[in-house]
């Protein structure tokens, strides 16, 4: 075995220093970036937050300029920002937020569409403007944008379009928190935000928020075990629903399942044992043996 590792190590170097050939330039932009992300996020003062986060932005776009750089992986720069593809790898996400107040967070992005000659679409953080009212029912675009941090993106076809749908959060508020199933499709303008994908009792809606109380954890992820997205029911602590600060997790579980091009409510996706206030689960009785 040692021997193999040996006659290959030649073949090993050679396919490195082509590798770093290929990608130097972008090496060392890269290494620029991550220094410019340290200081956009970690900066004492918050309007030198702003002033770095400006810069990390010309600096990102020259280096998309650069040729193979959508090929290139920017593990380092992966790190200190969100960097996310598609299964079909037609477009990256560049995704990160900067917290300049609890009263101030403003999120950024910028999806490059894969080619060898650069196609970019900024993503202007909207959520402010869109106020508290029709969020799920608003059309958005890259210029108005419902902002979030995504951390995955699912795949699917309607009408024979690819719908993607990211799965994000926002933070902006200073009560609730927001996870956002996004659906987003390109035009020949460029990438729109909502669609008509939802089959959800009561709701005709373009995109599917869970809003909730600032201080508690909700889950809404892919689940491959149930081939759907699985979310955290919510109820008010106050018995009123629309106080979105006071709901919180019930720990039961509701998902959603992608079939005739929608995503389509199940109620319970997650079989859950709920007890009243005083019981305790009762185990199975045993048979006597005979």
Request: aromatic share 14%; hydrophobic share 40%.
């Amino acid at each position: 075995m040692k021997k193999l590792f040996f006659l290959l190590l030649p073949f090993i170097f050679q396919f490195q220093s082509r590798a770093f050939a290929q990608y130097a330039d972008l090496y060392i932009m890269e290494d620029s970036l991550v220094a410019t992300a340290d200081s956009m996020y970690n900066a004492f003062i918050p309007e030198l937050r702003q002033r770095y986060c400006e810069q990390f932005i010309k600096q990102l776009v020259r280096t998309l300029k650069t040729p193979k750089s959508y090929s290139y992986s920017f593990g380092k720069l992966d790190s200190l920002i969100n960097i996310i593809q598609p299964e079909d790898k037609s477009f990256k996400i560049f995704n990160w937020v900067i917290v300049l107040s609890p009263v101030a967070i403003r999120y950024y992005g910028a999806i490059q569409m894969e080619g060898e000659q650069l196609k970019l679409y900024p993503l202007i953080d909207y959520t402010q403007e869109l106020g508290n009212t029709g969020v799920e029912d608003s059309i958005l675009t890259n210029g108005k944008w419902l902002g979030a941090i995504y951390y995955d993106i699912l795949t699917r076809t309607t009408n024979g379009k690819n719908i993607y749908t990211l799965i994000g959060k926002n933070a902006s508020s200073i009560t609730t928190n927001m996870k956002i199933l996004e659906p987003m499709y390109f035009t020949e303008k460029g990438p729109v935000f909502g669609a008509p994908v939802f089959n959800i009792p009561d709701k005709n809606i373009n995109r599917f928020l869970l809003e909730y109380r600032k201080d508690v954890n909700v889950s809404m992820k892919w689940d491959k075990e149930y081939n759907a997205i699985t979310f955290d029911r919510l109820i008010s602590q106050m018995n009123d629903p629309s106080r979105k600060n006071t709901l919180v997790p019930t720990g039961q579980y509701d998902g959603l399942k992608w079939d005739n091009g929608k995503w389509n409510f199940v109620e319970d996706i997650i079989p859950v044992q709920v007890f009243q206030d005083g019981q305790a689960p009762t185990p199975q009785p045993l048979t006597p043996k005979e």
